[in-house]
């Protein structure tokens, strides 16, 4: 429904226009969702990353994260944290996007 699909590795991924947009692992063991189908499967949550290092647009892949995060919110009923069980709140957001832009910045090629 969110455009998610289960890789070979068993994590969540978000995939547009053929690039890796950012994966999702389990909080729970083993970590992955390879028996999302069966009945009994449970997870305590899910861990939203993108790899910085393979990423070519960060800061679009982040974009693309919080926007698939907010459709799971809604769908299931579900609040986000940060490390710490600390609620996620638009400051977070915004540091983590001003820290992105940085990062993007120092990648580029001076003169």
């Known amino acids: 429904h969110c455009e998610l699909?289960?890789?070979?590795?068993?994590?969540?991924?978000?995939?547009?226009?053929?690039?890796?947009?950012?994966?999702?692992?389990?909080?729970?063991?083993?970590?992955?969702?390879?028996?999302?189908?069966?009945?009994?499967?449970?997870?305590l949550g899910f861990n939203c990353f993108i790899d910085l290092d393979s990423s070519l647009h960060r800061e679009r892949c982040y974009e693309?994260?919080?926007?698939?995060?907010?459709?799971?919110?809604?769908?299931?009923?579900?609040?986000?944290?940060?490390?710490g069980l600390v609620l996620l709140t638009i400051s977070d957001v915004t540091r983590a996007r001003k820290k992105?832009?940085?990062?993007?910045t120092s990648d580029e090629p001076s003169d």
Do not use: W
């Open 64 to 83: 693309v994260m919080l926007k698939k995060i907010d459709e799971l919110v809604r769908l299931l009923n579900v609040k986000v944290y940060l490390p």
């Open 5 to 43: 699909e289960i890789n070979a590795e068993g994590l969540i991924v978000c995939q547009q226009q053929g690039a890796l947009q950012f994966s999702v692992a389990s909080l729970s063991k083993p970590g992955h969702f390879a028996s999302l189908s069966e009945p009994e499967f449970t997870t």
């Open 100 to 104: 992105l832009a940085l990062l993007t």
